[in-house]
Each structure stands twice: as structure tokens, then as C-alpha cells.
């Protein structure tokens, strides 16, 4: 099927603006007042909420399947607040001294990874919730240095993204880099930390398990990385709260063989992301389609 021209033209224009939100947001962001950022979190959430866009409707749906609820318009606000303060945050970030962003973040269950750390190593499993390029400063700047994989973007895009969390301390690799699996067991064997996203199958290769009961694929990378290497596989998911941001460790889960062990590990972690996440879903920004069924009240209450 040939694309049209306006539809390149329109899909230019929309990566430039993305460029030039980015690159004038690092500069200014950081110069921004907090109560001056609230108030623009408010509204652009109140607007995008009223206009209620498929990004909007999708986050919906998979708020009510992890939640097995119907989602309220206020919960729904709540979640576009959060993804926003992420969004903010991520622009704000580099201006951030290793004290400012050690002073935002409080590590639960922290010794798990302390541990794994100093031997035999670390392979920390996240969902998309919360700020995880702050987790990964944080880790970074508490003596962790983080090794990760990423979404391959266009290349200025992704260029500007490396360059970003390059500056954080973290070795950033591509989704679709064939040797992604060498290097990070070689970071392993570097003393670094793995941390990987891990609820999305942005391969389409992944293992089938279940989410509350529901039907998805998650990647294996976390499972193989941590059991080709010996290294402690951590699920772990980021929340927001009023001291700043927590990140919720869980204990080290249980290496186990073959094909079935993968499945068995990624099971574990996608118990620990549901039940974590079930507790406080507005930090979870899960804008895409996620759930293979989608059998859940999807209405909204207020």
C-alpha cells in the first residue's frame, strides 16, 4: 500500500515538533517554579481527559483490566497527572545534582538489590510506571551504574535520548540491536546494573503468562540475562508519592531451566507489576494496547 504524500509531510512535521518540544523543554523545564508546574499539569490533564483521545480511552481500558474495576474520571485524571510529572521530570532530570536526585528517590526492600549488587549481580525488571529514568539516575548515582535497552527511535530522536541518559551514568542499547543480549550479559559481567522494561513485548517474541488472571506476552530478556549470567533477577515497579518517588524492590526470584523456567520467572515478575501496580494504577502509564482480552467494565463513574 503506497503512503500518501500529506501523510509523510504530516508524519515530519510531527517528529520535528517532537524534537522542538524536547530540545527547548531540557533548557527550560529545570527553570520552571514547582507551583508553576503544577498548574500546567492540571489543566493540560483536565483538557486531555475532556477531549478523550484513543491514548486516553486505551489507558482506560488497561487501568479497569489491572484493576478488574470501573475506572473513574478521577482516577483517570490522577493518571494523566502522573504521566505528565514523568513527562516533566524527564525534561527537568538532567539539570538535577546526584544529590537532588538522590534526596527524590527512597529505594523499599533496597538491601535486595545492595546484595545482589556486590555478587553475583542485578537484573532489575520494570514496568512502565512511575519515572524509571529516575530510578536508573538514582541507581547511577548511589554507586550502581545502570546498563539498559530502549525503544528504538527515528534516529534524531534516539540520538537526543542517548545523549540524555548517557548523561545520567547509563549505557543505553537498542531494542533492535542484535547483540543487545551479549552486551548485557557483558555489563553483568562489568558490575553493572541490567534494568530492563519489562511489561511491554515491544519484540512480539515474548513468553505468554497472565496478569491477574488475563492474557499477555512479556519479554524473556530479564529471565535469560540473570540466568545466563548467575546475576539475581529483582522485579521492581517506580510510584510517586509526596516525598517524591518510591521504588518498590522485590525479592530475588528463583532461576529455573528451560523453556518453561523463562516462562515460570516472567511469571513471577508479572505477579509482583499486578499486585504493585493494583495499589496505586494511576502511576502506571500504559498508553497502548496491552491486554490480549479486554473483557473487563471499561466505563467511567464518577
Known sequence: MRVRPEHNRREVLRKRLVRAIYGVGWRVAPKLPDRLVSVIISVIS????????????????????ATNERISDDLLGAALQSYLRTFYEVLALPAWSQEEIRRRVY?????AVREAYAGPGAVVALPHSGNWDLAGAWACATGMPVTTVVEQLPPEEFAAFLAFRERLGMQVLSHRDPDALSALIAAIHRRRVVCLLADRDLGQTGVSVTWRGQPITMPAGPALVARRTGAALLPAVCQFSERGMSIVIGDKITPRPGREGLVAMMQEVADFFAETIAKQPEDWHMMQPFFVDHDTPTEATR
Do not use: C, P
Open 107 to 111: 529505594a523499599v526492600n533496597e538491601q
Open 46 to 65: 483536565r483538557v486531555a481527559l475532556r477531549r478523550d483521545g484513543v491514548h486516553v480511552r486505551t489507558l482506560r481500558r488497561n487501568l479497569a483490566a
